[in-house]
């Protein structure tokens, strides 16, 4: 069976101006990147009458076994067009830390890719690189100011803005800097977090413009002074030089699926530690231009799509039409406790026991106000009997659960998905967040907590709740809550598969993130910063005699 990136080679790709213009890109609106990618200048584009169909792809908790949501978002975007359906794509940009620790790359698989596979998993238009740079740049212009003289008054000890990096380096989670004496600056701890979790990329993420870009920069906390007052980033006079570095990357990146179908790839925040969906820009640009607009999420339901809907959606003025819930055969056996090595032999009865975790992401999504459609990512072991024990526990429920074989056949095999999808999409749906704005902060961790994980109870020190009262009182208490949270499990505790029940969620910290517009709550022994695992990815990818990329998913 050949792997992902054989598959990738033997594509046939389009130049980019054909898949632009068969998306209705202008050529004066293409800044090309090469042959196979661009930029889209927005400004350029044709006015739309309308917008078009918004459908959401989310998924179960991964697991080791795979769940494969990009791969069903391209394969449901090409399937689209198979039936006749003018679609794009909307999926967020890979970041390298994940492609060179264990989770592998973020352009799909088998049939159902986005190319040029190679340079979207690894530097592609340079985004994250300027978003590094913008981050780190107000690092620098912060330690500068409080060496020439601290004119802010910036307690050196309540500086909250750390630097960033996108790769897994457990290393830099915690240091101490800046070291060598008084030319260097005034010693204080501090610490990096990857590129995906930064502020910077939850901004451009969520911004509407550049100018907005710049004014969500300038909104920024960076720290609090002596008499515990927050100094901005417009203090420190480095909101417009970072939106100088960021002008390029505000613009949504147009490539290809292997069937030649256009799609954007923008920004990239983890839905574990971040609010993990793609840019405000890169969506509702797509849903200008097309009849349905496939996006996606990260990680599971209960952290990417609650992020989707109660912090994208609720910010951006946006309402998915129609949902889709992934899942696989292999998976929901890991949930019913079959290991690993034992995922090839047929087990019904662990994927009726792994079901919960399923049937709990169907009800959770039920809380939105929309009844989702469960895509089961075929395998070729998979055997009926499997099969039939989720399409029975999805009729439960009053919904399909469609065999997908898109990994192995394309946009071919998600055409029945398509055309349920589609149709449900038309109807539309009642739409609702899961808490309103006014609700206070501490409420709006409590309800995702317990409405979504299923939490017993929710536990947060004095401090914490302290500060989320202070947040209130200086007028940022309509924010919505963003969850740091294993992917892993519904609970903090990463080994709890399936559908945990009688636990506890402690918060152990709450960040603002002002320029974005919500509060990051982190639960449990979750990492801001990766780290690599015993053996990572990064060993096995090398250069080949003839100059080509192995080793890469």
Request: proline share 5%.
């Amino acid at each position: 069976m050949p792997t992902d990136i054989e598959i990738a080679r033997q594509a046939t790709l389009k130049p980019i101006a054909e898949v632009a213009a068969k998306a209705g890109v202008p050529d004066e609106a293409l800044i090309p990147y090469g042959k196979y990618k661009a930029k889209v200048d927005r400004d350029l584009l044709p006015a739309a009458a309308k917008p078009g169909k918004l459908i959401l792809v989310t998924a179960i908790n991964p697991t080791p076994a795979g769940e494969g949501k990009t791969t069903t978002s391209v394969g449901l975007s090409d399937a689209l067009h198979r039936i006749g359906k003018k679609a794009m794509l909307c999926l967020r940009e890979p970041s390298l830390g994940p492609c060179f620790g264990m989770k592998g790359g973020g352009a799909g698989g088998g049939k159902s890719q986005v190319m040029p596979m190679d340079e979207i998993n690894l530097h592609f238009t340079g985004d994250f690189h300027a978003i590094t740079s913008a981050h780190n740049l107000l690092s620098a212009m912060i330690d500068n100011s409080i060496y020439w003289g601290n004119p802010h008054d910036i307690d050196v000890r309540r500086v909250t803005w750390k630097r960033v990096l996108d790769m897994n380096d457990r290393a830099l989670r915690q240091i101490v800097g800046p070291l060598g004496g008084v030319a260097n600056g005034f010693p204080r701890e501090s610490g990096f977090d990857i590129t995906v979790a930064s502020e910077i990329m939850a901004i451009l993420c969520l911004a509407s413009d550049i100018a907005d870009l710049q004014k969500r920069m300038g909104d920024i906390i960076i720290g609090y002074t002596r008499k515990r007052e927050p100094v901005y980033c417009r203090d420190i006079k480095a909101d417009s030089a970072m939106a100088v570095l960021l002008k390029d990357a505000i613009q949504p990146n147009l490539v290809q699926t292997l069937e030649n179908n256009p799609a954007f790839l923008h920004g990239g925040p983890f839905a574990n530690i971040a609010h993990g969906c793609n840019s405000v820009i890169a969506t509702k640009t797509a849903m200008t231009m097309a009849e349905y607009t496939v996006t996606e999420a990260g990680f599971g339901a209960d952290l990417g799509a609650e992020k989707f809907m109660d912090i994208k959606c609720r910010l951006a003025g946006l309402a998915p039409d129609a949902i889709v819930l992934v899942a696989t055969v292999r998976a929901l056996k890991m949930n019913g406790g079959v290991a690993k090595k034992d995922l090839e032999k047929p087990d019904v009865d662990a994927v009726r026991k792994g079901s919960v975790n399923l049937e709990r992401h169907i009800e959770n999504l039920n809380k939105f106000g929309i009844n989702p459609t469960v895509a089961i990512n075929h395998f070729y072991l998979d055997t009926d009997e499997e099969i039939a024990v989720i399409q029975e526990m999805a009729a439960k429920y009053g919904t399909e659960a469609v065999i997908c074989k898109h990994w192995a056949e394309g946009g071919a095999g998600a055409e029945e998905l398509a055309r349920i999808v589609a149709a449900k999409a038309d109807k539309g749906a009642a739409f609702k967040t899961l808490y309103p704005d006014e609700m206070p902060l501490a409420d709006k961790i409590e309800t995702v907590c317990k409405e979504v994980y299923r939490a017993e109870s929710v536990s947060m020190s004095p401090a914490v709740r302290n500060q989320l009262k202070q947040w209130e009182e200086m007028g940022y208490g309509k924010f919505p809550v963003c969850m740091a949270k294993t992917q892993y499990s519904f609970s903090t505790d990463p080994t709890a598969l399936g559908a945990p029940t009688g636990f506890e969620v402690n918060i152990r910290e709450v960040r603002i993130s002002a320029g974005a517009g919500f509060i990051v709550a982190i639960a449990g022994d979750i990492m801001t910063m990766p780290g690599l695992p015993r053996v990572p990815s990064a060993e096995n990818i090398y250069l080949d005699e003839n100059g080509q990329i192995e080793g890469l998913f």
